[in-house]
């Protein structure tokens, strides 16, 4: 088939695109700028690029004419973050693709009163990526009962691999916490450490996609949690590091009011969106639906990330 991927050179599209490739499907990708992909493969160079601005050309109202003159079968969409980004894609192209993915998040959920959550739990977001992506969720939703528009939804946690910012067991994204962790340099953890992150390796998540396009008629009009198989508490993530680089954990916890002191606002602020909402995502659903097998703990994944920080200078152990 052929398939147009919409922000195919960010960290997702670095390994979906070489699996569309591989499986044999005509590949078009629409992209902002001329960023190179984080990792070089053969399967680029079949890729069609096409540079264009989303936002500019939704705004003039060009964009799915665009789409159109494609002829996209599927649309896969790294690129959208509310209603606004997917409704003319909804309403203009019905009938012309056979199927739309999205990307979504589990911050779609704000808060868990059961954990792990499911797809089916009631939505409480909060923030504007949340709030955004859980309207954009709920409106494809909508479109697919109603209009019987195909799409689905993949809700990822914290995207992790090789040249990505990884979550780290402060909560944020600071890469230095690795560093001090590596040397063992005391580290302040929040709380007490039971708090939860749960990542997932960019190849997993097009992995994910890969599975709902092989399972479109149990995909479309659904939403999957794609994540690693189980989260991580933030003291045993920092024990876990630590014992990586052959060191004793040093480690000390201090209540929020406190913690938040010892660190810089940004990574204050990163914590606490990561801290309050906690969220531990079940994958019972993409597992049975869509066959979904992720590749990659979450301590597996975040190796990755940390070996090539350590490979290209971004911390010094």
């Known amino acids: 088939m052929h398939v147009i991927i919409i922000g195919g050179t960010g960290h997702i599209g670095t390994y979906l695109v070489p699996r569309l490739v591989q499986a044999g499907h005509d590949v078009t990708c629409i992209s902002r700028g001329k960023r190179k992909p984080y990792r070089d493969h053969e ?26 003159d494609l002829k996209p079968d599927i649309i896969i969409d790294i690129m959208s973050y509310s209603i606004e980004d997917v409704r003319p894609i909804a309403e203009e192209l019905n009938g012309d693709i056979s199927h739309f993915l999205a990307a979504g998040t589990l911050w779609v959920h704000g808060y868990g009163i059961e954990q792990p959550i499911g797809e089916e739990a009631e939505r409480n977001p909060a923030g504007t990526y949340g709030i955004e992506k859980a309207k954009m969720e709920a409106y494809l939703c909508e479109e697919s009962e ?17 040249g990505w910012d990884v979550v780290n067991p402060q909560g944020n994204h600071n890469p230095k916490v690795f560093e001090m962790l590596a040397k ?37 009009g659904q939403s999957f949690h794609i994540l690693a198989p189980r989260a991580l508490t933030l003291r045993g993530f920092a ?21 938040k002191k010892t660190a810089n606002a940004e990574d204050a602020e990163d914590t606490y969106d990561h801290i309050s909402r906690g969220l531990v995502g079940s994958i019972d659903k993409a597992r ?26 971004v911390i010094s152990v």
């Open 43 to 68: 399967a680029w160079k079949s890729v069609a690029m096409v540079q264009a601005d989303r936002r500019h050309e939704t705004e003039e109202g060009n964009f799915t004419n665009r789409l159109k």
């Open 184 to 220: 063992g340099e005391k580290v302040a953890i929040p709380n007490w450490g039971n708090d939860h992150v749960h990542h997932v390796h960019a190849d997993d998540i097009a992995a994910g996609f890969m599975q709902a396009i092989q399972h479109r008629d149990a995909s479309a």
């Open 146 to 162: 109603r209009n019987g528009f195909p799409a689905t939804v993949l809700h990822p946690g914290h995207i992790t691999g090789p």
């Open 288 to 313: 049975k639906l869509i066959q979904y097998d992720p590749g990659h703990t979450s301590l597996e994944a975040v190796h990755e990330s940390v070996d090539w920080m350590i490979e290209n200078g």
């Open 239 to 259: 024990e876990q590091v630590c014992a990586w680089f052959g060191r004793e954990p040093n480690l000390t916890f201090l209540p929020w009011d406190e913690w």
